[in-house]
């Protein structure tokens, strides 16, 4: 059983940045990917971006490559998503995600375990 709590979440000007957070519990953190998703009011559930286990291996939305940047410090049971040059189509609740698989993978049927979620709103 893998717990997840998301934090970093809040409202700031388009151009600007935000961090999240993602702390696990569990020993077998390091063995998850990591997956990074977002839904915003009246749209589906989204990839944004997921980490494999090493930290080896990313994968992006084309929505966000450039901009945001996934990372993990397995010793700290913690992945991180930092959001730069934010946009108000960045507006969403942002949920971490976990997988056994350890691959980074895209489809939120893929993922195990899913945090409670954070807003991020963008404001124009």
């Known amino acids: 059983q893998v717990q997840l709590v998301e934090s970093g979440g809040g409202l700031v000007q388009a151009g600007g940045s935000l961090r999240l957070s993602c702390a696990a519990s569990?020993?077998?953190?390091?063995?998850?990917?990591m997956g990074w998703f977002r839904q915003a009011p009246g749209k589906e559930r989204e990839f944004v971006a997921a980490i494999s286990w090493s930290g080896g291996s990313t994968n992006y939305a084309d929505s966000v490559k450039g901009r945001f940047t996934i990372s993990r410090n397995n010793a700290r049971n913690t992945v991180y998503l930092q959001m730069n040059s934010l946009i108000p189509e960045d507006t969403a609740v942002y949920y971490c995600?976990?997988?056994?698989?350890?691959?980074?993978?895209?489809?939120?049927?893929?993922?195990?375990?899913w945090g409670q979620g954070t807003q991020v709103t963008v404001s124009s």
């Open positions: 995600a976990a997988d056994r698989s350890g691959f980074p993978q895209t489809r939120p049927n893929n993922y195990d375990y």
């Open positions: 569990g020993r077998t953190f390091s063995t998850y990917a």
